[in-house]
T-cell receptor, first 111, second 115 residues
Framework: AQRVTQPEKLLSVFKGAPVELKCNYSYSGSPELFWYVQYSRQRLQLLLRHISRESIKGFTADLNKGETSFHLKKPFAQEEDSAMYYCAPLAGSSNTGKLIFGQGTTLQVKP | DGGITQSPKYLFRKEGQNVTLSCEQNLNHDAMYWYRQDPGQGLRLIYYSQIVNDFQKGDIAEGYSVSREKKESFPLTVTSAQKNPTAFYLC??????????????FGQGTRLTVV
């Protein structure tokens, strides 16, 4: 069964500290993974996708197939990073079209 | 402007009544989704549709119903059978079809309160 796990409901760090939001997946086939972010009073939006190997707002995420993880990292957290973050995998050829998300992690960056 | 529009933003319903939440997109997307967002539980999939006139149950479909008569519209009805309907509801869409691994676009959400 498809499953996405974000083990931390809340992650609280001080400004300037490194951040790692964890995501583990259980999936058949070869997934593509995404991170979405929801800032206060804004709609949920794409942050980054692993296939692009991009860095957005200083965030990066590496797909580790051995550990089935897709952790989101940023070396120095900023207060404006405070938001809700969701991990979402989509399978490749075995995809049924069912788009599921992890439980979400609230990142709180303190001044 | 291209995007997804959910209406209304806030909705109040009396117990025992059905209520329909609207979701419209002008992105020409094939796939549409409904989620429920509760504190501490993340996004839970209610129903999804990959193509017009077809839809599938998600993980928490009980007490909900949908229709997909038009490509751009995917209304969600919260029925009186839903035991705990007070929640924030999000609609999303993706290009879908053969291109399934693509970005999802979200509406602003509807906050439903049962009074």
């Amino acid at each position: 069964a498809q499953r996405v796990t974000q083990p931390e409901k809340l992650l609280s760090v001080f400004k300037g500290a490194p951040v790692e939001l964890k995501c583990n997946y259980s999936y058949s086939g070869s997934p593509e993974l995404f991170w979405y972010v929801q800032y206060s009073r804004q709609r949920l939006q794409l942050l980054l996708r692993h296939i692009s190997r991009e860095s957005i707002k200083g965030f990066t995420a590496d797909l580790n197939k051995g550990e089935t993880s897709f952790h989101l990292k940023k070396p120095f957290a900023q207060e404006e990073d405070s938001a809700m973050y969701y991990c979402a995998p989509l399978a490749g050829s075995s995809n049924t079209g069912k788009l599921i998300f992890g439980q979400g992690t609230t990142l709180q960056v303190k001044p | 402007d291209g995007g997804i529009t959910q209406s209304p933003k806030y909705l109040f319903r009396k117990e025992g009544q059905n209520v329909t939440l609207s979701c419209e997109q002008n992105l020409n997307h094939d796939a549409m989704y409904w989620y429920r967002q509760d504190p501490g539980q993340g996004l839970r999939l209610i129903y999804y549709s990959q193509i017009v006139n077809d839809f599938q149950k998600g993980d928490i479909a009980e007490g909900y119903s949908v229709s997909r008569e038009k490509k751009e519209s995917f209304p969600l009805t919260v029925t009186s059978a839903q035991k705990n309907p007070t929640a924030f509801y999000l609609c999303a869409s993706t290009i879908g079809g053969l291109r399934r691994n693509t970005e999802a676009f979200f509406g602003q959400g509807t906050r439903l309160t049962v009074v």
